[in-house]
């Protein structure tokens, strides 16, 4: 079954400590992102990735890392994560050359996140 | 002006009547349209994507009008399941890019 996966599903954690989120697709797509959705504000881009070794700043990347050594995970890292990264997450997924297909994104999940 | 402004509702609409969502968008190179669908708690899914001639998929019409930058959803004969939010999104990429836009979503509660 094609999908993209995230894990984990929620995580409760503190202010400070490391944490990586993963996120792998099946696809073979080229193109990978991390949104955040929060209420009133709707998802926006933190990083995205065209291509492996290839990532870029999305609206709001402060705060955040992503690394894309294969191209089927793109893990998001929170190195010192704090209470307002308190959050739901998603990790998506798309084939550029896909024809009239190319622009639709397949998103995990969603990983609900928050820093206490 | 936002770069993708949707009516964040909710609208409140009794099954069988007919809704209609607008979008506006304020890159005029904007080149790709589409409205997702969100369930509470869940992931974005691909509604339809919008053309600039319009399209249509069974109760469901979308329409393009650059002139003006604005999208719009049509939902005909409005069922119980069509209650979720609904996330209008915009591509405005430049080459070699991944500039892809959601506006906040507009809700949708289909009464029965």
């Known amino acids: 079954e094609a999908q993209v996966t995230q894990n984990p599903r929620y995580l409760i954690t503190v202010t400070g400590k490391k944490l990586t989120v993963t996120c792998s697709q099946n696809?073979?797509?080229?193109?990978m992102s991390w949104y955040r959705q929060d209420p009133g504000l709707g998802l926006r881009q933190i990083y995205y990735?065209?291509?492996?070794?290839?990532?870029d700043k999305g609206d709001v990347p402060e705060g955040y890392k992503v690394s894309r050594k294969e191209k089927r995970n793109f893990p998001l890292i929170l190195e010192s994560p704090s209470p307002n990264q308190t959050s739901l997450y998603f990790c998506?997924?798309?084939?550029?050359?896909?024809?009239?297909?190319?622009?639709?994104?397949?998103f995990g999940p969603g990983t609900r996140l928050t820093v206490l | 002006r936002k770069e993708v402004e949707q009516d964040p509702g909710p609208f409140n609409v009794p099954e069988g009547a007919t809704v209609a969502f607008n979008c506006t968008y304020s890159?005029?190179?904007?080149?790709?349209f589409f409205w997702y669908r969100q369930d509470c708690r869940k992931e974005p899914k691909l509604l339809m994507s919008v053309y600039s001639s319009g399209n249509e998929d069974g109760r469901f019409t979308a329409q393009l009008n650059r002139a003006s930058q604005y999208i719009s959803l049509l939902i005909r004969d409005s069922k119980l399941s069509d209650s979720a939010t609904y996330l209008c999104v915009v591509n405005s990429s430049p080459v070699g890019d991944d500039k892809i836009i959601f506006g906040k979503g507009t809700r949708l509660h289909i009464l029965p």
């Open positions: 696809m073979n797509h080229e193109y």
């Open positions: 998506a997924s798309r084939d550029p050359s896909a024809g009239s297909s190319y622009n639709e994104q397949f």
């Open positions: 890159n005029s190179a904007s080149q790709s």
């Open positions: 990735s065209m291509n492996v070794e290839v990532t």
